[in-house]
């Protein structure tokens, strides 16, 4: 007999429904969970080897700059083809060119002399191909499971996220520092091809509009298709919000200095990821939520909030405390704008809209960085911290007043939302009709 415990518990622990539902939907969560553990050993070795090469922190930052531009391009190409093409198509195609590219960082590594050119070649090239995968990979969740359940296929797929950030960074910096990066690349590739095998069987998923070349100026209207929707560019530009003001991680180093908590850099950086972990872990409660809109305004806030109170936080556990439920509330307001838009953005604009958010995630942490560097240049870590955690709020506040419609956002009543749900329900029975 079950009991009240647990029946509390199973309220909270994630709903792994879409697992069980769709082969499909599994093969595609364990492919890009296997991607991201081992890229995040390639994006460790590539700084690493920079500076063991050059011995300059501009050489390792420059690194940033090559990565965005590609990124931003060919996500909005990326997300005119994923509404053209094949998206499975797609997503493996650009998972073996990044194979192909931690094959070549390899090679590189094992030179007796090992070149600095190909780290900036890979790393930008690898952009490109990351900016051209990501709508496909976005806009193929909403063909996999069944419309009820694209909030708990959110909430799984930001728990790999959750996985791949708290785990990798550490196993990557031991496996570097006792085996050495051409390991971390070898380890790399490997992941790559487990992943491309999984990925191999997941049936196809075309495009009804796979009749011509995909164009560039086709995003336009995928843009003017989320203008046209208050609701859709609150949940964009609150993310904006919360990327450039309040995520700064260029700043963990000299916070650590300042803390004089050197030994504690590698929390700093994973204790986001350890309460995005936590927020995941407990995630069943999300699919009650209707005013889904509310959660990615309310995230924001506390976002904001929470990068204000580690700014006057007098001690490296404090901080990280702040730190911790920054990232359970940067989870939830992912898990909710995704939600948003798998729930209501049409299947024929789906890959445009994800390279929206491609651009917006790509754009916001780099410019989040560059504004956190610049005012504690000049004003100081705190200050750059309590500023941009201060901004997150009062912007999250501005937008919810200009955009109301977010906050007013209820999956039940929604119209573009039923419209959806009504054409996912005519292709399922037109799949299940079909001989």
């Not at 509390?8 to 082969?23: G, K, Q, V």
Request: aromatic share 6%.
């Amino acid at each position: 007999m079950s009991t009240g415990t647990d029946r509390h518990r199973s309220r909270l622990l994630p709903n792994t429904a879409p697992w069980r539902s769709s082969r499909d939907f599994r093969l595609t969560w364990t492919s890009g969970t296997i991607t991201l553990l081992g890229s995040v050993f390639t994006m460790t070795a590539i700084p690493l080897q920079i500076a063991d090469l050059t011995g300059s922190p501009l050489a390792v930052g420059a690194v940033g700059a090559v990565e965005l531009v590609p990124t931003v391009l060919l996500g909005l190409y990326g997300g005119v083809l994923a509404d053209r093409a094949d998206r499975r198509a797609v997503a493996l195609t650009t998972e073996i060119a990044l194979a192909v590219l931690s094959a070549l960082l390899l090679v590189n590594a094992l030179l007796g002399s090992p070149m600095l050119w190909p780290l900036y070649a890979a790393a930008g090239c690898a952009a490109a191909l990351q900016g051209l995968q990501q709508p496909s990979v976005e806009a193929m969740i909403p063909r996999l499971v069944p419309h009820d359940q694209l909030v708990a296929a959110g909430a799984l797929l930001s728990l790999r996220w959750s996985i791949a950030g708290l785990a990798a960074p550490a196993a990557a910096g031991v496996v570097i520092a006792t085996a050495g990066v051409p390991v971390a690349y070898l380890i790399d590739l490997v992941t790559f091809l487990a992943s491309i095998a999984l990925l191999a069987r997941v049936r196809p998923i075309p495009s009804a509009r796979d009749a011509e070349a995909p164009r560039l100026k086709e995003f336009a209207e995928g843009a003017r298709y989320a203008a046209r929707r208050p609701d859709l560019m609150g949940t964009y530009l609150v993310d904006l919000a919360a990327t450039v003001f309040a995520l700064p991680t260029a700043l963990f180093p000299f916070l650590a200095q300042e803390l004089d908590a050197l030994w504690a850099l590698g929390l700093l950086y994973s204790a986001a990821a350890a309460g995005s972990l936590l927020a995941a872990a407990t995630s069943g409660w999300t699919e009650r939520v209707h005013r889904q809109g509310r959660l990615v305004v309310l995230s924001g806030v506390l976002v904001g909030a929470a990068m204000v109170a580690a700014a006057v936080s007098p001690t490296v556990w404090t901080v990280l405390l702040c730190l911790l439920v920054a990232g359970a509330a940067n989870w939830t307001g992912d898990t909710f704008r995704t939600a948003i838009w798998n729930q209501s953005i049409p299947d024929e604009l789906r890959g445009r809209a994800a390279g929206l958010e491609t651009l917006i995630g790509s754009a916001g942490p780099a410019l989040g960085d560059i504004r956190a560097g610049g005012l504690a240049a000049r004003y100081g870590i705190r200050t750059a911290l309590r500023s941009g955690g201060l901004a997150c709020v009062a912007s999250t506040g501005v937008l919810t007043a200009a955009l109301p419609a977010l906050w007013r956002y209820d999956r039940r009543t929604d119209p573009h939302t039923s419209a959806v749900r009504a054409a996912h329900d005519r292709a399922e029975a037109t799949d299940g009709a079909a001989p």
